[in-house]
């Protein structure tokens, strides 16, 4: 963050503070009510902040995918009631984001007011980074405030678009995911082990190939295993394998070799016939192979104990995607004892790089015991690949000009 002007650089009394937060949260199928709060709650601080130093607040966000056309489902209305339960603190609501009824109740706000604006996904303009929407957008505000992380590697309006108007300075959460994601790319301390699961290698290439770069060891789980595992000639039954990546895993499994970095595969699987709660399941040794008919689920318990004596002695843990399908409680056991182990190390950075990592985390109830669980999931993913984030290179610097 260094050379980055932040939020306390700023002097935000009497200012109209125009903070894209990401509000992206899931709504009640039959209620349309928040039904997870934790973007909404890791937003508070910066809020409050503004808020607290006489900022007029004025919050953008989208909510899910509208494809630029209004739909009531998609409505920030019920995350307005939501925001207000949280923060303790009226929460006004405006049912659109640019044109005379925003300029108007912006016109009306006091020094610590909060206003929350419409879906600005109900423009296509929002997207598409339009220079005349962002322009509008910003026109009702003194200062832009990004914090939202989960769209820092998406150049639009709201974020990117706004900077151009506006100083642009970096709310709480993006300030500690840009200094926490940072540090395990550009300084980690060693060993640096990364631990990597999910479904797929293709989701995970640039990761693997900047890591290779960096960490000493890398552990991977998940159902990409099974793409690796079939590269070393395995039976993998039907286990989900990408066919089109086997070359591929092939090709990183060199590199690691090359560049000396421990890559660490599973040796043993939880299979079942079905991925379904209380389906037949059983452990089986990847040297014996996944029978025909079966898929490996999660990792087995001697690969937990191989993962777990590859982790003690790490100072810097990243940890991307689930060891299993989590999900469902049969299959949920390597991906809680990878959570467990991550949550007792001593004297070690642990960083959980969103999406369902963080899903994991928080459902074994250990966000609060690791270094910094991520918002952002694609975010953090190109983070970690070594990508420029057009939502950050936004920010403004201190020497008064705009990062470019």
Known sequence: MSGVLTLRDVDLSGKRVLVRVDFNVPLDKETGEVSDDTRIVAAIPTIKYVAENGGKTILVSHLGRPKGKRDPKYSMEKVSKSLERLIGKPVAFVPDCIGDEVEKAVSKMNNGDILLLENVRFYPEEEKNDPEFSKRLSAIADIHVNDAFGTAHRGHASNVGAAQYLTSVPGFLMQKEIEMLGMAVESPKHPYVVILGGAKVSDKIGVITNLLEKADRILIGGAMMFTFLKALGKQTGDSLVEEDKIELAKEIMRKAEEKKVELVLPVDTVVSKEIAAGSESKTVLIDEG??????????????????????????????????GVFEIDDF???????????ASLKGAVTIIGGGDSAAAINKFGLADRVSHVSTGGGASLEMLEGKEMPGIRSLATKEGKKKT
């Open 332 to 342: 949920a056991k390597g991906t809680e004892s990878i959570a467990k182990t991550l």
């Open 290 to 323: 996944v029978p025909s008919g079966w898929k490996g689920l999660d990792i087995g318990t001697s690969t937990i104990e191989l993962f777990r004596s590859k982790l003690v002695d790490a100072k810097t843990v990243v940890w991307n995607g689930p060891m």
